[in-house]
């Protein structure tokens, strides 16, 4: 636990950070690590609605230039109050092929370890989970961390005017019978 050595990689940040509710449907995910992270890295890293067992969330995942920070985009808004959760994978490298160290800092964002038994059962190897299995794993024996997040209440604006107006006041129409009265 602690400090990460120099053959090990730390998450610096994640947002949003584990536990955040009232996120706006429109926020990407991200995650920066202190060193360069390896080439398909991303493979690693899942976004779920709910829990670990919920579908995973379709979008794409890109790295900065320097390799530092993988940001998730999904393809439509996440949807209103509901919960989301980041798997960042056990198996996650630097480009030199040193591993993670979730203990520096994972807790403190609102991280928690990912045991064999979270996945849910879905059939199939280990729940039949794809990010779980050979090379899946963290030096010791969990598959990462998770953080979760919840997001935002839908205002609707479409419903209201504002100053709130009473059906039939001004401003709105209402036909006239044909004596010239408002029925």
């Given at each position: 636990?602690?400090?990460?050595?120099?053959?090990e990689?730390?998450?610096?940040?994640?947002?949003?950070?584990?536990?955040?509710?009232?996120?706006?449907?429109?926020?990407?995910?991200?995650?920066?690590f202190?060193?360069?992270?390896?080439?398909?890295?991303?493979?690693?890293?899942?976004?779920?609605?709910?829990?670990?067992?919920?579908?995973?969330?379709?979008?794409?995942?890109?790295w900065?230039?320097?390799?530092?920070?993988?940001?998730?985009?999904?393809?439509?808004?996440?949807?209103?109050?509901?919960?989301?959760?980041?798997?960042v994978?056990?198996?996650?490298?630097?480009?030199?092929?040193?591993?993670?160290?979730?203990?520096?800092?994972?807790?403190?964002?609102?991280?928690?370890?990912?045991?064999?038994?979270?996945?849910?059962?879905?059939?199939?190897?280990?729940?039949?989970?794809?990010?779980?299995?050979?090379?899946?794993?963290?030096?010791?024996?969990?598959?990462?961390?998770?953080?979760?997040?919840?997001?935002?209440?839908?205002?609707?604006?479409?419903?209201?005017?504002?100053?709130?107006?009473?059906?039939?006041?001004?401003?709105?129409?209402?036909?006239?019978?044909?004596?010239?009265?408002?029925?």
């Amino acid at each position: 636990t602690g400090a990460a050595s120099d053959d090990e990689v730390a998450i610096l940040s994640v947002s949003p950070a584990g536990g955040t509710t009232n996120v706006d449907a429109a926020t990407p995910v991200t995650v920066e690590f202190d060193h360069p992270m390896a080439d398909g890295m991303e493979a690693y890293c899942a976004l779920h609605q709910g829990g670990l067992d919920g579908t995973e969330v379709p979008g794409h995942w890109e790295w900065s230039e320097d390799h530092r920070r993988l940001t998730f985009t999904p393809d439509q808004p996440f949807q209103h109050m509901h919960e989301y959760t980041l798997h960042v994978g056990g198996g996650m490298q630097d480009e030199h092929g040193h591993h993670m160290n979730f203990e520096q800092r994972g807790h403190a964002m609102g991280g928690d370890w990912v045991e064999e038994h979270k996945f849910g059962s879905g059939g199939g190897m280990m729940g039949g989970h794809n990010h779980m299995g050979d090379g899946r794993q963290h030096q010791n024996g969990m598959y990462g961390m998770t953080v979760s997040f919840t997001t935002a209440q839908s205002i609707d604006f479409a419903c209201c005017s504002w100053p709130h107006q009473p059906r039939g006041a001004a401003g709105t129409h209402r036909q006239q019978d044909g004596q010239g009265e408002v029925p």
